[in-house]
């Protein structure tokens, strides 16, 4: 069984930078495809960004291509999302998610652990 964590959410201002990160237990993550998702208030789930196992190939929404960056330390079992140029249209819980295969994929359906969810907020 695999435990996310995530952690580095808070209050930033428009244009603001944040990083957040998910921490993997139970077991090594090192072979598993990450993802990042997001989910504001009324709306659904949605892909932000994935990263396959070595870290080689990522995926972004269109909506974050060019401000944010997904990587990942193995050694650390960890994931990173760097968040920059943050809008208010950014602000949701973000999710870190695994999937045991090592191809990342955009569907929440396909992940397989999820971590609790890092609250996002981006004032005006």
């Known amino acids: 069984q695999v435990q996310l964590v995530e952690s580095g959410g808070g209050l930033v201002q428009a244009g603001g930078s944040l990083r957040l990160s998910c921490a993997a237990s139970?077991?090594?993550?090192?072979?598993?495809?990450m993802g990042w998702f997001r989910q504001a208030p009324g709306k659904e789930r949605e892909f932000v960004a994935a990263?396959?196992?070595?870290?080689?190939?990522?995926y972004y929404a269109d909506s974050v291509k060019g401000r944010f960056t997904i990587s990942r330390d193995n050694a650390k079992n960890t994931v990173y999302l760097r968040m920059n140029s943050l809008k208010p249209e950014d602000m949701a819980v973000y999710y870190c998610?695994?999937?045991?295969?090592?191809?990342?994929?955009?569907?929440?359906?396909?992940?397989?652990?999820w971590g609790q969810g890092t609250q996002v907020t981006v004032s005006s």
């Open positions: 990263i396959n196992w070595s870290g080689g190939s990522t």
């Open positions: 998610a695994a999937v045991r295969t090592g191809s990342p994929t955009l569907r929440a359906n396909d992940y397989d652990y």
């Open positions: 139970g077991r090594t993550v090192s072979m598993y495809a």
